[in-house]
């Protein structure tokens, strides 16, 4: 892929540990340098140590949105390539990362390819996965229940009731690991 020939260092910012620590690995297997962050304070130190050529940015983080990221990453000197994802997608928040300075918005779950894609991929190009790549279902639904799990700060029976299922059966869930990223 012509992603390794070019591949520099990229910052990954993310509150969700693993999705961050498997894109992470899958960048680093194509080639690239990779800089971590679990929250915007951890992206905006990183952006000040660490030249970076592109930049994964989650939208919704612990201590902030991922948009002050994008600002604050456009602001540079010389700004990195960004690619904002995000499991809560709006237009309006697509048209401001954009606006921002990002170069594609893509939805969770997002595959790396799909990710290496869109820093390629003119403003405005469509997100929407083609057919044979649509995640599945217990995908989705992994994701979700994570997402919720971090909402609910870890607690499982306040994501159970969130969710309005049984703790067992959640506990159940979040013992399954969904697919590989790649």
């Known amino acids: ?3 390794v020939a070019e591949a520099g260092r990229i910052l990954v910012v993310d509150d969700d540990e693993v999705f961050r620590q498997r894109l992470a690995r899958a960048l680093r297997d194509r080639g690239w340098t990779v800089v971590e962050a679990a929250d915007a304070s ?12 592109h930049a994964v940015i989650d939208l919704r983080l ?23 994802l995000t499991g809560y997608g709006s237009i ?3 048209l401001e990362a954009m606006k921002l300075g990002a170069v594609h918005y893509l939805t969770k779950p997002a595959r790396v390819d799909d990710i290496l894609a869109g ?9 929407a996965p083609a057919p044979d790549d649509v995640p599945s279902l217990a995908r989705v639904e992994w994701e979700h229940i994570n997402r919720v799990m971090v909402d609910s700060g870890g607690n499982v ?18 013992a399954k690991r969904p ?3 790649k």
Not at 43 to 53: D, H, M, Y
Not at 119 to 127: E, Q
Not at 157 to 174: C, D, F, N, T
């Open 42 to 53: 951890q992206a905006q130190a990183a952006l000040a140590s660490a030249t970076v050529s």
């Open 157 to 174: 029976s306040e994501a159970a009731r969130r969710l309005g299922m049984h703790r067992r059966s959640l506990q159940r869930k979040l």
């Open 92 to 94: 309006a928040t697509a």
């Open 1 to 3: 892929m012509a992603a």
């Open 179 to 181: 697919g590989p990223l």
């Open 62 to 84: 612990p201590d902030g949105s991922g948009l002050d990221v994008v600002r604050a990453a456009a602001a540079r000197a010389r700004p990195p390539r960004m690619v904002v």
């Open 119 to 127: 820093f390629g991929a003119p403003a405005g190009a469509p997100t």
